[in-house]
């Protein structure tokens, strides 16, 4: 076998996870607009949200396309807000949503990235992410334990697609982690 020349990550599920955001939406939706809901009614308007944002995830490629892209999702999510939530203007919705949305890094990701930098291989998180990724890594502190970042708005494609992993391909051999 030869050796490796990169080792990828996926980054949501393999290094990160996303806190369960219906509790967190529903105590800003109260504490800021005074609006309350269910917690069926926050996990629907979340659900719609991030339908959206997956069918929409490769729009996010710059800052000024991922902001676009922000505001089209927390108009889904206000859509699928209950009624008494309509009235709250789309920056502080868009505000309260992006609050909510908050990743931690697994107990042992640093430890999982550090093993593959033990390799005589590039290091590489390879996500169906918008350019918001390498925020999220670098809050995590995981970024400096990195060579590189590919999301699929950079790439142009979504993942387990060839195009995305192209991008990795000054390296032959690849060993994919979680994807």
Sequence with gaps: MRRPQAVTFDALAALA???RPGPLLRARLQERAGVEISPAQADAALAAEISYYRAHI?????????AGLRRRCTERLREALPASAHGIEIDSLEAILLGALRFRAFADAREA???ARRLPARVLVVSNWDVSLEDVLLRLHLTP???GVITTDGAGDRKT???IFARTREARTLIAIAI
């Design 17 to 19: 996870e996303l806190e």
């Design 58 to 66: 490769d729009e996010g490629r710059d800052r000024e396309s991922l």
């Design 113 to 115: 990235i550090e093993a």
């Design 145 to 147: 334990l990195l060579d």
């Design 161 to 163: 697609s060839r195009p």
